[in-house]
Every structure is written in structure tokens, then in C-alpha cells.
């Protein structure tokens, strides 16, 4: 069983900065791309932005500019630094890990989601 939990949510106002955490733990043999969506009210989940074990990123354009994902493989933990926060990114944000087990199945796995609310 492999286990997600993001850290870092909050309230916030226009043109602050959060810093989001997710660590995974468990029976982990080897973790391959990790990224970060979000679920606004009424609206589809959407990716915000992702990275492979080799640090390559990839983000929506809406936050291209603002926000910046990175991991630390040591750590088992992907962060998102979001700056210059506009009330529009307001949302629960899940992180993602695409994880081999040490019983060499491999699947996506999920966070339970931390809120971000930007808003004055």
C-alpha cells in the first residue's frame, strides 16, 4: 500500500505565495512521474503541472510563470511553489505519484487533497 499526503494549504490573499508538500510512504520501490491537480467548485479536475523522475516539468498555461513544481527523490515528496496567487486558482489541490510497488505492480496513486483559497 503506498499512501499520499499533501501539506501546505491555506488561505491566502491575491499576489501571495503558498508553498504545497505531498509525501508518499509505503511499499515503494521506485516512483516515476508525480504531479499536482485541482478541483474548483462545479468544475472538472484539471492538471496544473507534473514531473518525471529525470526533473522534467510540464505545467497548464494558466500558471506557467507562477507556479513551480519540483521533487526531492530522497524524500519520496513532490512540491508545488504557487506565487502571485490570483482568486481563480482557489481550488483543492491533489497530488499524483505513478508508483512501482515492491510487488512490482505499478499504478497511479492519489492524495486526499489539501484546500487553497485566495481570496481578500
Known amino acids: 500500500q503506498v499512501n499520499l499526503v499533501e501539506s501546505g494549504g491555506g488561505l491566502v490573499q491575491p499576489g501571495g505565495s503558498l508553498r504545497l508538500s505531498c509525501a508518499a510512504s509505503?511499499?515503494?520501490?521506485?516512483?516515476?512521474?508525480m504531479g499536482w491537480h485541482r478541483q474548483a467548485p462545479g468544475k472538472q479536475r484539471e492538471l496544473v503541472a507534473t514531473?518525471?523522475?529525470?526533473?522534467?516539468?510540464n505545467s497548464a498555461d494558466s500558471v506557467k510563470g507562477r507556479f513551480t513544481i519540483s521533487r526531492d527523490n530522497a524524500k519520496n515528496t513532490v512540491y508545488l511553489q504557487m506565487n502571485n496567487l490570483k482568486p481563480e486558482d482557489t481550488a483543492v489541490y491533489y497530488c499524483?505519484?505513478?508508483?512501482?510497488?515492491?510487488?512490482?505492480?505499478?499504478?497511479?496513486?492519489w492524495g486526499q487533497g489539501t484546500q487553497v483559497t485566495v481570496s481578500s
Open positions: 499524483s505519484a505513478n508508483v512501482m510497488t515492491r510487488a512490482f505492480l505499478r499504478r497511479d496513486y
Open positions: 514531473i518525471t523522475s529525470g526533473d522534467s516539468t
Open positions: 509505503g511499499s515503494i520501490l521506485s516512483i516515476y512521474d
